[in-house]
């Protein structure tokens, strides 16, 4: 067995969206980068939906998915279909547009923006097998080569299962979430061309959206304990069938009848560890949420470039500890808000929308914070108290003409999601 040894100022462990930015984003400031991944860019289920943030910083890094001759859609927002009702539409904030793409596509645009620097050299086919402070030893399947690469700091970018994260004692249990069921289908049934489609009012959300001109992406989230949908088309299309317009229906009717779909599950595992001196975590490695708001690749994006400016891992910590947990518990938050049926929440979700339908300023600092360009928890705290605020006038005018006991149970509820919010955004 041969141990060639290299060496490096960084070495990345993962080559997927996040990895591929992270060495862009070091190997732009001049730092000799190794990227090492076993696998070329993958078509499994995943993100697909990039906000104007994370969108933002592929060009800053000179990534053209235009000059790339990579397919993708613009995305000018969201349109969220409560219940069957006429849509409310949640453009990004001054016209900014955010991008619809195949994620293994945009990952070969990534890695041949890679190939332009001389500093950069990725090991493909090599799987990292041991992390240490100061380097990485990785090996190729059969086991027959090893690698050992030398490096100050160590990158994990090596998504929810991260050996890095492991190396560092971190826990790498997730709470299952549930289930998320992916086809392609024409995008003349979208309901809404050009934003990302939010149908509320199945068994769980379905997000649909265009990632190309002649292709659009649905994703149809099925809960933990309907696992069975997952392989019974048509048990899934009854389930969904009251949530979505004729023509998604039978689009998706169609896209099952192909074959079956592909599938992902949905996990928790918080945004808390980011590292220690000489190893660092970037996206899904430092923790991972439900992809409703799709803002998995653009806040392990915004580690990768803030990674790539700090002078320590510590610095790095102290500054994305409060900025990544804002889009986590905004995305883990609404998920729940639009899912759940206990007391309270059912009239807390009918204020969000109406203070949708009815004032700009709230659809402007929701889609702030949901385009991950507001990252303070205070902005968040604003945003659910006047969530609240609105909740809780409601529920008193609804007082005066049903049951004391419903009043009652909406104000218990009320005091739940506070205490949910107290406890989660406000520990420090
Ligand atoms: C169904 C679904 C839909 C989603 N939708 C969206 C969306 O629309 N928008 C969005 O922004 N996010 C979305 N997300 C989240 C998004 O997919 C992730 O946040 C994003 O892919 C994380 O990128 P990453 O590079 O950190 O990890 P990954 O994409 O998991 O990449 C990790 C890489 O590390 C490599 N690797 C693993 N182990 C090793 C090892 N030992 N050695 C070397 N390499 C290794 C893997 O081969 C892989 O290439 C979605 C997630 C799911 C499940």
Same mark, same amino acid.
């Given at each position: 067995?041969?141990?060639?040894?290299?060496?490096?100022?960084?070495?990345?462990?993962?080559?997927?969206?996040?990895?591929?930015?992270?060495?862009?984003?070091?190997?732009?400031?001049?730092?000799?980068?190794?990227?090492?991944?076993?696998?070329?860019?993958?078509?499994?289920?995943?993100?697909?939906?990039?906000?104007?943030?994370?969108?933002?910083?592929?060009?800053?890094?000179?990534?053209?998915?235009?000059?790339?001759?990579?397919?993708?859609?613009?995305?000018?927002?969201?349109?969220?279909?409560?219940?069957?009702?006429?849509?409310?539409?949640?453009?990004?904030?001054?016209?900014?547009?955010?991008?619809?793409?195949?994620?293994?596509?945009?990952?070969?645009?990534?890695?041949?923006?890679?190939?332009?620097?001389?500093?950069?050299?990725?090991?493909?086919?090599?799987?990292?097998?041991?992390?240490?402070?100061?380097?990485?030893?990785?090996?190729?399947?059969?086991?027959?080569?090893?690698?050992?690469?030398?490096?100050?700091?160590?990158?994990?970018?090596?998504?929810?299962?991260?050996?890095?994260?492991?190396?560092?004692?971190?826990?790498?249990?997730?709470?299952?979430?549930?289930?998320?069921?992916?086809?392609?289908?024409?995008?003349?049934?979208?309901?809404?061309?050009?934003?990302?489609?939010?149908?509320?009012?199945?068994?769980?959300?379905?997000?649909?959206?265009?990632?190309?001109?002649?292709?659009?992406?649905?994703?149809?989230?099925?809960?933990?304990?309907?696992?069975?949908?997952?392989?019974?088309?048509?048990?899934?299309?009854?389930?969904? #069938?009251?949530?979505?317009?004729? %023509? @998604?229906?039978?689009?998706? *009717?169609?896209? /099952?009848?192909?074959?079956?779909? +592909? !599938? $992902?599950?949905?996990?928790?595992?918080?945004?808390?560890?980011?590292?220690?001196?000489?190893?660092?975590?970037?996206?899904?490695?430092?923790?991972?949420?439900?992809?409703?708001?799709?803002?998995?690749?653009?806040?392990?994006?915004?580690?990768?470039?803030?990674?790539?400016?700090?002078?320590?891992?510590?610095?790095?910590?102290?500054?994305?500890?409060?900025?990544?947990?804002?889009?986590?518990?905004?995305?883990?938050?609404?998920?729940?808000?639009?899912?759940?049926?206990?007391?309270?929440?059912?009239?807390?979700?009918?204020?969000?929308?109406?203070?949708?339908?009815?004032?700009?300023?709230?659809?402007?600092?929701?889609?702030?914070?949901?385009?991950? #360009?507001?990252?303070?928890?205070? %902005? @968040?705290?604003?945003?659910? *108290?006047?969530? /609240?605020?609105?909740?809780?006038? +409601? !529920? $008193?005018?609804?007082?005066?003409?049903?049951?004391?006991?419903?009043?009652?149970?909406?104000?218990?509820?009320?005091?739940?999601?506070?205490?949910?919010?107290?406890?989660?955004?406000?520990?420090?």
């Amino acid at each position: 067995m041969r141990t060639p040894e290299r060496t490096a100022d960084v070495v990345v462990v993962g080559g997927g969206p996040v990895g591929c930015v992270t060495a862009l984003a070091f190997a732009k400031s001049g730092r000799r980068v190794c990227l090492i991944d076993p696998d070329a860019p993958s078509n499994r289920l995943t993100g697909e939906w990039l906000h104007p943030t994370g969108a933002g910083i592929l060009t800053n890094l000179g990534v053209s998915l235009t000059e790339a001759g990579v397919e993708h859609a613009p995305g000018h927002g969201f349109a969220i279909f409560p219940n069957g009702e006429s849509p409310i539409v949640l453009p990004y904030d001054g016209g900014e547009r955010g991008i619809g793409v195949r994620q293994h596509l945009l990952v070969n645009a990534v890695r041949a923006a890679l190939a332009r620097y001389e500093n950069v050299t990725v090991l493909s086919g090599y799987r990292v097998a041991e992390v240490a402070r100061g380097g990485v030893t990785a090996v190729t399947p059969d086991r027959e080569t090893t690698v050992r690469v030398a490096a100050p700091l160590v990158v994990g970018a090596d998504g929810r299962q991260s050996i890095v994260r492991q190396a560092l004692g971190y826990s790498t249990s997730c709470r299952p979430l549930s289930y998320m069921v992916g086809v392609l289908i024409d995008p003349a049934a979208l309901p809404v061309a050009d934003y990302g489609n939010v149908l509320l009012g199945g068994p769980g959300p379905v997000l649909a959206f265009r990632v190309g001109a002649n292709q659009a992406r649905v994703c149809i989230d099925v809960p933990a304990d309907r696992v069975a949908w997952v392989r019974n088309p048509a048990e899934l299309l009854a389930a969904y #069938r009251p949530a979505l317009p004729v %023509a @998604l229906h039978a689009a998706i *009717a169609d896209a /099952l009848a192909l074959g079956p779909p +592909q !599938v $992902a599950a949905n996990q928790l595992l918080p945004r808390r560890a980011y590292g220690r001196t000489g190893i660092a975590l970037v996206g899904d490695a430092v923790g991972h949420c439900h992809p409703l708001c799709a803002v998995g690749m653009s806040v392990g994006f915004l580690d990768a470039m803030t990674l790539a400016t700090c002078r320590s891992v510590e610095e790095y910590t102290g500054l994305r500890r409060t900025a990544g947990r804002v889009p986590e518990l905004l995305s883990m938050g609404l998920y729940d808000l639009f899912v759940g049926t206990d007391d309270g929440t059912p009239e807390l979700r009918a204020a969000v929308f109406h203070l949708w339908r009815t004032s700009a300023a709230a659809r402007r600092d929701t889609m702030r914070l949901l385009a991950v #360009r507001e990252t303070r928890r205070a %902005a @968040l705290g604003v945003t659910f *108290a006047r969530l /609240l605020t609105v909740a809780s006038r +409601q !529920v $008193a005018i609804g007082a005066l003409t049903r049951p004391v006991s419903r009043t009652l149970g909406a104000v218990a509820g009320f005091g739940r999601w506070a205490g949910w919010f107290a406890r989660e955004a406000l520990a420090r």
